[in-house]
């Protein structure tokens, strides 16, 4: 593996990159802010908690009796699935499907509401929230409880509604390194946006004032919350997790834009390389970043580990892949530059959801799928079908993709895809870009 570096070239005058860096610049300064933001803005903390000391927090700790109204204390609901939470702890499987519907039928058979906070696993109490937005519309007096769990903990959701308005008090719960449970936060704001959609999702959102949020945005912080309600077809969950969530949305291009094995179009097969390695080789990718960001750093892969990486997951020849590449020839190479300063995305992404499938005659498996964005307050950015072709219990390809735009009325496909928005997402630099960002010079 070999190593070139090109030093930032400082020009006053750039060509190419004098619109499109600004945008970039401008995302990074957002990237930058949110990174802090989001601690804020969530209300909870997002970095890992050192591993929960359950046995001796159990010997200091009394049993705290079961609340019956939607002031429960968090400790209240907790001790309700405690013995599945302590063995998913020692065995390290906190945040496995598994686990989380075993927790959420649990606080359902005790009638709560309950839901994981990555809507991978159906909701217990359904039925309770269809009758609190029913309420909601009616403009009725109602109150109901909603448990969000998370693999550090839970959170608490308790709404009320008068006269069409729904208020929301929001509780953060964490276990702390001793395995006690912690009130991280607590925030009360009312549902500037509430909404049941299509898709069988209730989506709010609403802003509440923060000393921290203030000082850095000058304004209040926001917080959106998406829930699939409506159950979802086990199968369609099982084929998200192998197929589409593993790669999902963040630096690449594959469910982003039309491709198939006989024209793979605008498809990055290095942010391709970028997602698969890690799987493939159980390893991040080694070929990273320079630590000065002014430097723009080159590697040369041989082309064996390349092509397995790709040829793993795609039906391509060689001299296709080398035509939508750049290959060394004469060193059997090809040329390799990480993502850097002026390529990094919007943090707070869609998640893909496979909302139904249709098994072939030929033995692909064609998924389509939503693009569920909380933070765009909605279950559905887009859709795009997605076409599988498995090879065995664990192998398979991936043998096209379309975007599947909503059609505005009066309007054609190609006009629909014209508004097709993926503004969170960078592009690659393009070779010319690239050269007036960095230039030759090592």
Not at 19 to 35: Q, W
Not at 129 to 135: D, N, R, T
Not at 182 to 190: A, I, K, M
Not at 304 to 324: P, S, Y
Request: proline share 5%; charged share 30%.
């Amino acid at each position: 593996m070999e190593k070139r570096k090109y030093r930032h070239k400082r020009k006053k005058n750039r060509k190419l990159l004098q619109s499109s860096v600004s945008i970039i610049k401008a995302r990074l300064r957002l990237l930058a802010m949110t990174g802090v933001i989001a601690l804020v803005m969530t209300g909870c903390r997002d970095e890992p908690l050192e591993e929960p000391d359950f046995e001796t927090a159990a010997e200091n700790r009394e049993e705290p009796l079961l609340a019956e109204s939607n002031c429960d204390n968090g400790d209240s609901i907790a001790v309700i699935y405690r013995d599945i939470y302590e063995e998913a702890a020692k065995t390290g499987t906190l945040d496995s499907p598994e686990t989380m519907q075993r927790i959420v039928s649990r606080l359902g058979e005790n009638g709560y509401v309950a839901v994981d906070s990555e809507n991978q696993v159906d909701m217990a109490g359904a039925e309770q929230v269809l009758e609190f937005c029913k309420e909601v519309e009616e403009k009725k007096n109602a109150e109901l409880t909603i448990i969000l769990l998370t693999d550090q903990g839970f959170r608490k959701f308790d709404l009320k509604t008068e006269n069409g308005c729904v208020n929301i008090v929001r509780g953060c719960y964490e276990y702390d390194k001793n395995g006690q449970l912690q009130n991280v936060s607590t925030v009360s704001y009312p549902a500037d946006v509430w909404q049941y959609t299509e898709e069988g999702y209730l989506i709010f959102e609403g802003s509440y004032y923060s000393d921290e949020n203030y000082v850095l945005t000058l304004s209040d912080a926001t917080e959106h919350t998406a829930l699939r309600i409506l159950p979802l077809d086990e199968r369609c969950r099982e084929l998200n997790r192998k197929y589409i969530l593993p790669i999902g949305y963040e630096q690449n291009n594959m469910f982003l834009t039309d491709w198939s094995e006989g024209d793979f179009g605008n498809l990055d097969f290095y942010d391709v390389f970028d997602c698969f390695y890690p799987i493939l080789y159980q390893n991040p990718v080694p070929y990273v970043l320079d630590e000065n960001p002014e430097i723009g750093a080159v590697y040369q892969i041989p082309e064996d580990i390349f092509e397995n990486v790709i040829m793993t997951h795609f039906h391509i020849d060689r001299e296709a892949l080398r035509l939508k590449t750049t290959y060394l020839s004469k060193d059997a190479m090809y040329e390799y530059r990480p993502r850097g300063f002026y390529e990094v995305e919007y943090p707070d992404i869609p998640y893909p959801e496979v909302v139904s499938y249709t098994e072939n005659q030929d033995g692909t498996i064609t998924l389509i799928i939503n693009a569920v964005y909380p933070d765009e307050n909605t279950s559905k950015s887009y859709s795009h079908k997605t076409v599988i072709r498995p090879l065995g219990e664990e192998d398979f390809q991936y043998v096209s993709n379309e975007i599947l735009p909503s059609f505005p009325s009066g309007g054609t496909k190609e006009s629909a895809k014209d508004e097709f928005d993926i503004w969170w997402h960078s592009d690659r630099l393009t070779e010319e870009e690239w050269q007036e960002t960095y230039g030759g010079n090592e």
